[in-house]
């Protein structure tokens, strides 16, 4: 074997080899200089002065000095000048040139774009043609030209535009092809009859979308296209839009921006569309499986269309006459001919064939489906006689409640959502019990905690962490959690208030676009005395604050026994606009005369925050930043057990113990906003909006998400109502991808993030939307579809394709690790794990220890396991003892446990190593959160 590699001529340690250290640190230099080559000059002979370690240098003609003899090649200044020989199609960066160079096996010559083959020359500004076969060589195009590969793909032209084609592989910062990317579309396609849309994201199937090129053996893929009722392309859409009409169902290619016509089913006796005689059509997709449900009007059930399968499925209305397609989906039209009678459905035995409702969830641990390699889904029906989920096994579990819904969704962990027909509440269905056989549901509706407005609950989304409802209060956000519901938030919206979040048993919503209304369903209205000012909170903005308080202007309540919180938590949370003040101003008080039992909230004469408690014995007061500065600010004033806490702009500026306090309740006390009971201390210099009483201690979490929610609120030009003439919402669709929610109306279809209203879509907003009674919404990608009275309408914003290819997907974070030493037998905490308030985990340790020599003596490894919690104001404890188990151990004695640590907060791995001898320990923890 030879003594070096042969290309970098990099040197071998030989097995007789002494001083290895030294071949090894050359072999290191070498690979140091060639690769990723840049050099400074390429037209010195001589060596330069003053050089660095790392300097590279190519030899030019007539060397001297320490450079005689090597003309050509790369030379690199390690402490002394070493030289490496180039070989044929090494390429360097010259620097001081700007331009990149290669050894073409005699000299070092610029790099020549030009003379690239495939590649016609043209100056910045002209319009390039390739081939589809010439587009890998845009590497030699020079900077400024504006490119226009043209490829021909199953038969229709795609351009894509270039406007500045700098490759960016001259070292220098210019983005490569920075404005490449497809154009919005923007479609319509005209139907009075729409009953339901679809936009069907194949990215976000089990495989990623991987089975639509899996499809060759099937009728559809095989069958003649450009017909009347199949388009011009073969492969299923990446992203399909799924139009369900009076007519028929038709499948749209979405990812073409002319939005053509892929696949239609037409409907009619004995089609596996049979949708003539529905009243409403609903719509679902996942893992090329389509459901299409038909109800109101007969007893049409669902139609089940299986592309990777080439199956088709439908209900005619009774047992006899289920028929399944065994002549595959390019007969999907036929009227009757190629269709089986009695065959076997994936869904059969729902309560109703009258179906309003579709939504798909597939589980993780759902089994494969060995036909098509893909997880069986969990389909969920809203039908005329109640709920019926189909189980990926085939079981059927229905209802206990025969009563007719209208809506049913499911959350990301599979739990189910209903909406029942005329009724005013929302609906949870756990996972347990919908796979337990007859299930009944949970409730959230105006007599609950929290609770919903009056009014019938129409139609819903899951969101992350809820639920957007719409009905014929207009719209709600439900912060449903999976422990008790009465912890949760609700947030009303509606054309003439928001309400920003409602955290748990509310008692009372003022400052909501209204001077005296209570928002909430207390209904606990103020008098306005004298006369306040209302204006928007920002320029632009919909959200109104109030102001000119004084003696003879401010708001009160009379005695009411919702606000009588006895020894219980409670908060109140407001957000407050102060200038600067001079005397102490009161924001909210609850007292009587002669004083008693109180609570009071104010800014001092340094224009700090107080909240302050008094049960006629003994008091507490919390003092908060300073205020008085111009700016709104959200303040949250809490009692939570025995702690008194006071938060700004989410965070926790004061927490007292409130031990010695006793019942706040007062028969005789009356509330008062923006002045004391007492008549003097007015809110002179500040502005008040959304004020909020809660007989509940919000979570650090929640009051974090107020905050973060709401602020977006107090800028300049922030909608935040429903858009249009209407409340009534009839259609609610969620983005998972841009998060925003889109709630469909008779006048327009107003989008959300979180609790700020980003846009409102109808004629104005999009000239294809030509009707405003809007029946049907869906949403991906940052995009929407809607179905109107007249059309379906889709609209996709423009991609930037660089962008598209430099994003990465989100990454699995790593499992914290953790690396400490102990030098003698002392136990010594290694890890330390901080734990938040309100949170419960189970915490699992892998521990691993060596002693630090070249042949340790001593080991060991372990694993522990123990549940640890964190109750809200409390330390971390730990829930009964640590188990787990010793892996090895060389020296009894030796140890590792898992404690809690109440001064730090955290959750603790602690060791214990061998006297005399130093032990290098490394743990590596996972926690599985118990959500409450």
Known sequence: ????????????????????????????????????????????????????????????????????????????????????????????????????????????????????????????????????????????????????????????????????????????????????????????????????????????????????????????????????????????????????????????????????????????????????????????????????????????????????????????????????????????????????????????????????????????????????????????????GGRSVVLPDGRVCNSLTTAAQDWVGFDADGALYGVQNGNAGLHRIARTWYQAGGFDYDTIYYGTVPALPNPNVARAAAVPGGVAVGGSAGVQFVCWPVGSKARGMVAYVGRTHATGWLPGDIRGCWLANSKTADRSVKGNALTETGLLSEAAVAAGAELKGYSGFSAANYLSLAHDADLDFGDGDFAVLFWIRMSANAAAETVFERDSSPTAQRITVGVTAAGMLQFATDDGTDAVTSTGPVIDDGVWRHVACVMRGSRQELWVDGTRCDSDDATAVGSLSNPAAVLRIGLDVAGSAPLVSGALALLRVTAFAPTPDQIARIHADERPLFHENARCLLGGAVDQVDAVAADPDSGRVYFATADGTSVFEALRRVDFLDAAANANLTSGVHKAVSAVRGGYAIGSAAEAVAWLPARNLREELVASPAGVPPVPAFRAATADATPTDIAKWPLAEGRTVLVEAVVEAREDVDSPTERAGYVRRAVFHRDIGGNVTLAGSASGMDLHETTAGMDCTLHADTAAQTIDVNVTGVAGKTLVWAARLTATEIAG
Request: charged share 20%.
């Open 1 to 384: 074997m030879s003594d070096a590699s042969a290309n970098l001529e990099l040197p071998y340690i030989l097995a007789s080899q002494a001083q290895k250290e030294v071949t090894h640190n050359e072999a290191l230099q070498r690979l140091d200089a060639a690769v990723q080559a840049a050099v400074l000059d390429r037209d010195l002979a001589a060596p330069p002065a003053g050089v660095a370690d790392g300097d590279r240098y190519l030899v030019a003609a007539g060397a001297t000095g320490a450079w005689i003899g090597q003309e050509g090649r790369l030379a690199a200044w390690y402490g002394g000048w070493r030289f490496l020989a180039p070989r044929a199609g090494w390429t360097v960066w010259v620097a001081d040139e700007g331009l990149a160079v290669r050894y073409d096996g005699a000299a070092w010559t610029p790099i020549d774009h030009d003379g690239l083959p495939g590649v016609t020359g043209g100056a910045p500004g002209e319009r390039w043609h390739l081939a589809a076969a010439e587009v890998a060589k845009l590497a030699g195009i020079e900077a400024g030209a504006q490119v226009n590969a043209v490829t021909s793909v199953q038969g229709r032209t795609g351009d894509v535009s270039v406007t500045r084609s700098d490759l960016g592989l001259d070292g220098t910062d210019k983005p490569s092809f920075a404005n490449l990317g497809l154009a919005v579309l923007s479609a319509r396609l005209a139907n009075a009859t729409v009953k339901a849309v679809l936009l069907y994201d194949t990215a976000k199937d089990s495989d990623g979308g991987a089975w639509r090129h899996r499809c060759r053996r099937t009728s559809w893929y095989n069958e003649s296209l450009s017909t009347a009722t199949r388009g011009t392309t073969r492969d299923f859409p990446a992203l399909a839009l799924i139009v369900a009409t009076q007519s028929g169902t038709t499948i749209y290619d979405a990812t073409d921006p002319d939005l053509p016509m892929w696949m239609v089913f037409q409907g009619g006796t004995f089609r596996m569309n049979y949708s003539a005689n529905a009243g409403t059509m609903c719509l679902a997709a996942r893992d090329g499986l389509l459901l299409i449900g038909f109800g109101t009007s007969g007893s049409l059930g669902v139609t089940e269309i299986h592309f990777l399968l080439d199956e088709g499925r439908y209900n005619q209305g009774n047992a006899i006459q289920k028929r399944d397609s065994w002549a595959g989906l390019a007969n999907r039209n036929d009227a009757g001919t190629a269709w089986v009678a009695n065959a076997p459905l994936f869904i059969t035995g729902a309560v109703s064939q009258d179906t309003r409702g579709i939504a798909i969830h597939v589980a993780a641990e759902a089994p494969l489906d060995r036909r098509t390699g893909l997880p069986r889904p969990t389909v969920a029906l809203a039908t005329a």
